[in-house]
């Protein structure tokens, strides 16, 4: 929940005024929490698989091996709560520019991750280790498929807040930010893909992609907690009715 107001024990508005119930903050609060936990299962996955080397290689491919499955069921559920976080979004955003284009390109973002966890990677640099590179499979095409729909879901999100804080007064210095975000998304998985998906420092531009779109919307959060206005309890009615 937002910060309480007085002692008044309301939750705060949203960015367009919209007042946000205790379960859009939920919501909301689901794609950072999602993210926090995909990220600690692949570190302790990475840090634990023989032969795997986090610098040169991508996330995907903790999904192959006779452990992949705990990577892929990572995909799935990260991907579930990003679809959920979009409902908050929605909430959050609501009314003006991009309360739906946001909202939607979550539920793209978090789709492709659930098919990426479905789907995984082919064998590549490798990894794992013994295993033949280089055969390409139905299944590996479809994991880079939703792969490139996901960043790219996630790189134009950071275009559309960007344009929605530029029209917002108390926003407009964010709009800056939010471009950043969407040029360093772009630029890292660029020269991660410049890399052919592994090797060299493929695995560090390919986790900054991913990251500088998360620590964005978290901080958008954290200051939309901070700083909007408080509701009032006719309004939280409403905004729980929508939400539902």
């Given at each position: 929940m ?12 949203g960015l367009?005024g ?7 903050w ?6 950072p ?10 570190l302790a ?5 023989a032969?795997y080397?986090?610098l040169?290689q991508?996330?995907?491919a ?5 452990a ?12 579930m709560?990003?679809c ?5 979004w929605?909430?959050a955003?609501?009314p ?8 939607v ?9 659930v098919?990426?966890?479905l ?7 490798g990894?794992?280790p013994?295993v033949r590179a280089g055969?390409?499979t139905?299944h590996?095409?479809v994991?880079?498929?939703f ?15 960007a ?5 917002e007064p ?8 939010a ?7 772009i630029?890292?998985?660029g020269?991660?893909g410049a890399?052919g998906?592994h090797g060299g420092?493929a695995?560090?531009?390919e ?7 998360t620590?964005?919307?978290?901080a958008?959060l ?5 700083t909007s206005?408080?509701a009032d ?7 729980g009715?929508?939400?539902?």
């Amino acid at each position: 929940m937002g910060r309480r107001d007085g002692g008044s024990g309301l939750p705060r508005r949203g960015l367009g005024g919209g007042a946000l119930s205790a379960r859009a903050w939920l919501l909301l609060a689901a794609g950072p929490a999602g993210g926090l936990v995909f990220t600690g299962v692949y570190l302790a996955e990475g840090a634990t698989r023989a032969g795997y080397q986090a610098l040169a290689q991508p996330i995907s491919a903790l999904s192959l091996g006779s452990a992949g499955w705990v990577q892929q069921l990572n995909f799935v559920v990260f991907g579930m709560l990003v679809c959920l976080s979009a409902a908050g979004w929605r909430a959050a955003l609501a009314p003006g520019r991009g309360a739906l284009a946001f909202p939607v390109l979550r539920v793209i973002a978090g789709a492709g991750l659930v098919m990426d966890g479905l789907f995984a990677q082919d064998p590549s640099g490798g990894y794992p280790p013994g295993v033949r590179a280089g055969v390409v499979t139905v299944h590996g095409q479809v994991h880079t498929l939703f792969a490139v729909i996901t960043i790219t879901a996630l790189a134009v999100g950071c275009f559309v807040l960007a344009a929605r804080f530029a029209a917002e007064p108390g926003w407009r210095r964010w709009a800056v930010v939010a471009l950043g975000a969407g040029v360093a998304t772009i630029s890292f998985i660029g020269a991660f893909g410049a890399t052919g998906g592994h090797g060299g420092l493929a695995g560090v531009w390919e986790r900054a992609a991913g990251g500088a779109t998360t620590v964005l919307t978290v901080a958008v959060l954290a200051r939309l907690a901070v700083t909007s206005r408080p509701a009032d309890r006719a309004d939280l009615a409403v905004a729980g009715r929508e939400v539902a």
